[in-house]
């Protein structure tokens, strides 16, 4: 089975711009969560998506959003980036909305300049 | 909301036992467990249930105390391959709930 595949895995944006992170779940599993993860720190919880709609969100301001498509596969949209918003990106896909436990994808390293 | 983790960081050297505590303000529901190492996904240890039973994962194993809302994940004859970043994650309403994740302990295993 494949895992979780995360892309890019590196990106530089200017402050202002707008970035789009994509996430492939891994086969049979319906629940993406997304995370931020700032260095030396845990995951920070952004959202979760299960079939197709929002289940929850963190405290997280609205220009960060998602969606989920009808194969699972997800995307967080960040609009106005922030230098702040430079961290790596994570992507974890579960089954039943986690009681399995999540698989986390590899990750997309935004930077913000 | 976010669980507390403790110690922030532990040194040891193979061979050598550790445990690492989890606690929350809220009454839990479950509790994940993740070990991440430098550069790569968190990678799922194991689960642990409301009401369920102390699991187990070869020389690594856990317990869910409900009453004191806290877990301890309990690291045996430590290996070299046992070091990285050790993250909780709690789920506080149901088992539909979304995971917060505590901010970590780093485990240094020497030879």
């Known amino acids: 089975e494949t895992g979780v595949t995360q892309s890019p895995t590196h990106l530089i944006k200017t402050r202002g711009q707008q970035v789009t992170l994509r996430c492939s779940s891994q086969s049979g599993h319906n629940t993406v969560s997304w995370y931020q993860q700032a260095l030396g720190q845990g995951p920070q919880f952004i959202f979760q998506y299960y079939r197709e709609e929002e289940n929850g969100r963190g405290n997280f301001p609205p220009r960060f959003s998602g969606l989920q498509f009808p194969n699972y596969s997800s995307e967080l949209n960040v609009n106005a980036l922030e230098l702040d918003d430079s961290a790596l990106y994570l992507c974890a896909s579960s089954l039943g909305r986690g009681v399995d436990g999540y698989t986390f994808g590899s990750g997309t390293r935004l930077t913000v300049v | 909301q976010q669980p507390v983790q403790s110690p922030q960081a532990v040194i040891l050297r193979e061979g050598e036992d550790a445990v690492i505590n989890c606690s929350s303000s809220k009454a839990l529901y479950s509790v994940h467990w993740y070990r991440q190492k430098h550069g790569e996904a968190p990678v799922f240890l194991m689960i642990?249930?409301?009401?369920?039973e102390q699991k187990g994962h070869e020389k690594i194993s856990a317990s869910f105390n409900e009453k004191k809302q806290q877990s301890s994940l309990y690291l045996t004859a430590s290996q070299l391959s046992y070091s990285g970043t050790y993250f909780c994650?709690?789920?506080?309403?149901?088992?539909?709930?979304?995971?917060?994740f505590g901010k970590g302990t780093r485990l240094h295993i020497l030879p």
């Open positions: 642990l249930l409301k009401g369920g």
């Open positions: 994650g709690t789920a506080i309403m149901n088992r539909d709930d979304k995971i917060i």
